[in-house]
């Protein structure tokens, strides 16, 4: 799952959300470093992955990918489970999803202090292309491929993958939402745990 899932299923809890969101970027028992709340949002990202990873669902999506991509099917699978999310927001959300993005920008902006610096050096690319909202057309989406790619020396030229999107988007979409429905109740489990 990429940044808008992880947002999602951090519920209501701000910092969670921003712990969940930065978590990439915080490497082993550092995460201790943080306080509780951030904590809390890190573990929680790290048992999203580790579930999306060795589910059947997600790797049949990522499968598809695998032969032409490699290591990077993964990368690019998170980012098309986003597309759908997005997509159908309002399957998930009673919030519209500009509303959604809008606010957690500023939840990042004002809690400025406690991110990580990759965090902060991504930050004003992540408003100004408005990632969040560009998940939802296939055109943003092919745009966030293409700078994912950028961003790995241009290695696995992810944004081509937007040919294999169309070709089985109704089954990646199929996929992805039975997948989604388990993940966010695992979430749920997950977050009282972590109470």
């Known amino acids: 799952m990429n940044f808008l899932a992880h947002i999602y299923l951090s519920g209501n809890n ?6 969940n969101f930065m978590a990439d970027s915080v490497r082993g028992h550092h995460y201790l470093d943080y306080p509780d709340e ?3 949002g890190i573990l929680l990202h790290r048992y999203i992955d580790t579930f999306t990873d060795a589910h ?3 790797r049949k999506s ?3 990918l695998h032969e032409k991509y490699g290591h990077y099917s993964g990368v690019i699978m998170d980012i098309v489970y986003d597309h ?4 159908n927001w309002n399957n ?3 919030k519209k999803l500009e509303d959604y993005a809008d606010e957690f920008y500023k939840l990042l902006q004002d809690n400025y202090d406690i991110l990580t610096e990759k965090t ?6 992540m408003i100004a292309r408005n990632w969040l909202v560009s998940y939802a057309s296939l055109a943003g989406l092919e745009m966030i491929l293409f700078q994912m790619d950028y961003r790995t020396k241009h290695r ?19 996929e992805f939402t039975l997948f989604f429905e388990e993940l966010r109740n695992h979430c749920v489990e997950k977050l009282k745990e972590l109470e």
Do not use: T, W
Not at 14 to 19: M, Q
């Open 84 to 87: 759908f999310l997005a997509k």
């Open 14 to 19: 701000d910092l969670l959300k921003i712990g």
């Open 156 to 174: 696995a030229n992810m944004q081509e993958s937007i040919v294999e999107v169309q070709e089985y988007y109704s089954e990646f979409e199929e």
């Open 38 to 40: 951030i904590r809390k």
């Open 120 to 125: 902060k050096g991504m930050l004003p690319y």
């Open 62 to 64: 990522k499968h598809r």
């Open 56 to 58: 059947p669902i997600y």
């Open 92 to 94: 998930y959300s009673d």
